[in-house]
């Protein structure tokens, strides 16, 4: 992968078999941080009510968008499946729980928790890769 985020040639998506673990880490932790925010203790099926239809909306477009099986533009296909991801996430979580509050200031909190967690374990990675590349030494790709 080149420092842009672009496809060299043989190269694989970023993170390789652990981007789609990565991104989930990032939405339980988004769940759970609100939980934590708003004093909630509902247990473990308030938390899958919330987590699941964001879950279901980012993978939905990361399979659209092919972002874990294109290293090429890496970073336009990161911004579609966020954008467009957790929108889908917002309209599930509005016709399919019991949460009407869909499209609201937590439009806002998750589009900027998400887009920050998952844009940001990538820019470390190449951050990583570069920084080893600058010493001569060779930084293993993930699996």
Do not use: K, N
Not at 29 to 35: E, K, L
Not at 107 to 125: C, H
């Amino acid at each position: 992968m080149s420092p842009t985020g672009r496809a060299t040639q043989g190269s694989r998506p970023l993170g390789g078999l652990y981007a789609p673990v990565a991104d989930a880490v990032c939405f339980v932790a988004f769940v759970f941080f609100g939980r934590d925010q708003h004093g909630i203790h509902g247990g473990l099926g308030w938390f899958l009510t919330v987590l699941w239809p964001l879950l279901v909306g980012w993978f939905v477009l990361a399979l659209v968008t092919r972002l874990y099986t294109r290293a090429d533009r890496m970073w336009l296909r990161l911004a579609v499946t966020w954008i467009a991801g957790v929108l889908l996430g917002l309209v599930l979580r509005q016709l399919l729980t019991s949460h009407g509050d869909s499209f609201s200031t937590f439009t806002v909190v998750v589009l900027a928790f998400i887009g920050l967690t998952t844009f940001g374990w990538r820019a470390v990675l190449v951050g990583i890769r570069r920084a080893g590349r600058g010493r001569g030494a060779r930084v293993p790709e993930a699996a």
